[in-house]
């Protein structure tokens, strides 16, 4: 398969604009692979959407005018603001109309990750394209001199999964596709297949994101050089952390530091996914992985890969410590809720409508308020995953891991959080303090299919 450039979603910062951004979400064609050309949806373009910058303090009117022939809403995955510009399945953008949310920006430096969150079609809409990055900036971020240069050694890497056939990007049906969530026999980085990308022969910072609607990525170097994660969803880490792999579930993100000084080319790449419900998993594991590229795609791949340009350079100094950040005392936490992912329908007879995808035994219901929260109150959420490892996404709001399993978090569950993997049982340590009086907030599995089949519920703060 022919090599192509990575391409770079175009870049919209906030105050040039006068903090005044609008967005087209229109259906297009998109060449994926050259002359021929798919079906797909975007924004403000034939396929995902342009990365906007908005800046800390700032209030941002984002105008989303849906020219689609369908019902759509956008929303702002990790923002911190109130409910009712939130975007989510409540928010709805009916065919001509224009939704003009004016959003407070008051939290840290961070890449976040606006999506399509129709109730029922979010999976079909976000497969087909609807996705894009806000990257959050603030000051403290900007002292710390990271590789900051969009596009040249600041680079957006949204990875995804799609199904081709003949060159063509089709859109996967059917009850197993539901179970598991869609996937596809063929690794994108930001719409592109194949993708090579040209980088400084220095520090260069990827920000990381599983734009997927199911599979989960472990994502290695080629070489298994060590590289630095340096912000989760929340933002940045309290310091660089040194890895050889960083694994991402649907809707997390992670932001890297790499080093490119030995000029060497190498590729991004990822382990097989093997996220699959029970029934499949029995036997072997390696009978369990030849399954999974069988059904899912899922083997071993490249991402993406990497070609340095200008030969040896010089090793570059990572920063020793990043940002402090406060940190929620989870002795002051004086509720605590459990949840669990269920996926009982098929298992259990199948009776329920949706594949039997449900949190706590419930299948979503956009009438029913699930929890009341307190405004300003911190909780422990107790959440765990039936059948396979879920994205457990909470909006509005930031969390940390308290506990995985009865132990201790895991490296994979450091820092500011808003998306965390569950099957065993883990602990989260949230902070509310975003009003949802007028509309509610979403908690629900980023398997985005689960989601759109029940595997969601809501939550006002009061
Ligand atoms: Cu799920």
């Given at each position: 398969m022919e090599r192509q450039p990575l391409r770079i979603p175009p870049l919209v910062d906030a105050r040039k604009e006068g903090n005044a951004v609008a967005l087209r979400v229109?259906?297009?064609?998109?060449?994926?692979?050259?002359?021929?050309?798919?079906?797909?949806?975007?924004?403000?373009?034939?396929?995902?959407?342009?990365?906007?910058?908005?800046y800390r303090g700032d209030n941002v009117e984002i105008a989303v005018t849906n020219t689609l022939k369908e019902d759509t809403t956008v929303h702002w995955h990790g923002l911190l603001i109130p409910a009712e510009l939130d975007g989510g399945p409540h928010q709805i953008i009916v065919p001509g109309d224009t939704w003009r949310p004016r959003l407070p920006i008051r939290q840290p430096a961070a890449t976040l990750f606006y999506h399509s969150h129709i109730h029922g079609r979010t999976g079909a809409q976000v497969y087909s394209g609807l996705a894009g990055l806000l990257l959050v900036t603030d000051e403290g971020e900007r002292a710390l001199a990271l590789p900051s240069e969009y596009g040249v050694d600041d680079l957006p890497v949204v990875i995804q999964d799609r199904q081709f056939d003949d060159g063509l990007m089709v859109v996967p049906q059917g009850m197993m596709t539901m179970m598991q969530g869609r996937r596809g026999n063929t690794i994108l980085a930001n719409g592109t297949p194949n993708a090579t990308a040209r980088v400084p022969n220095r520090l260069v910072r990827l920000r990381l994101v599983n734009g997927s609607n199911a599979r989960i990525y472990d994502l290695s170097f080629g070489d298994n050089r060590a590289f630095h994660w340096i912000a989760s969803e929340g933002g940045l880490l309290d310091r660089p952390i040194s890895v050889r792999s960083l694994t991402l579930a649907p809707g997390e993100r992670g932001e890297v530091l790499v080093d490119f000084s030995n000029g060497q080319a190498v590729s991004l790449k990822t382990a097989p996914d093997t996220n699959m419900n029970m029934p499949m998993m029995i036997g072997p594991l390696a009978q369990a992985r030849k399954l999974a590229k069988e059904i899912l795609g899922g083997q071993g791949e490249a991402v993406l890969q990497f070609v340095p340009v200008g030969g040896l350079g010089t090793p570059s100094?990572?920063?020793?410590?990043?940002?402090?950040?406060?940190?929620?005392?989870?002795?002051?936490?004086?509720?605590?809720?459990?949840?669990?992912?269920?996926?009982?329908?098929?298992?259990?007879?199948?009776?329920?409508?949706?594949?039997?995808?449900?949190?706590?035994?419930?299948?979503?219901?956009?009438?029913?308020?699930?929890?009341?929260?307190?405004?300003?109150?911190?909780?422990?959420?107790?959440?765990?995953?039936?059948?396979?490892?879920?994205?457990?996404?909470?909006?509005?709001?930031?969390?940390?891991?308290?506990?995985?399993?009865?132990?201790?978090?895991?490296?994979?569950?450091?820092?500011?959080?808003?998306?965390?993997?569950?099957?065993?049982?883990?602990?989260?340590?949230?902070?509310?303090?975003q009003p949802a009086e007028k509309a509610p907030f979403m908690y629900h599995c980023h398997i985005l299919e689960h989601e759109d089949n029940g595997m969601m519920g809501q939550f006002r703060t009061i």
């Open positions: 229109q259906a297009g064609a998109t060449e994926f692979f050259p002359g021929r050309a798919s079906a797909s949806l975007g924004y403000s373009g034939g396929y995902l959407g342009p990365s906007i910058r908005i100094k990572i920063p020793e410590r990043l940002v402090e950040r406060p940190r929620a005392d989870p002795s002051k936490a004086n509720t605590r809720r459990r949840f669990v992912l269920g996926m009982g329908g098929m298992m259990g007879g199948g009776t329920r409508s949706g594949g039997g995808m449900v949190i706590n035994g419930r299948p979503f219901d956009m009438n029913r308020i699930d929890e009341d929260v307190r405004l300003g109150e911190t909780e422990i959420w107790e959440v765990s995953g039936e059948m396979m490892s879920h994205p457990f996404h909470i909006h509005g709001v930031q969390f940390e891991v308290l506990s995985r399993n009865g132990g201790k978090p895991i490296l994979r569950d450091t820092g500011a959080r808003d998306t965390v993997l569950v099957k065993e049982p883990v602990e989260l340590l949230v902070h509310f303090d």
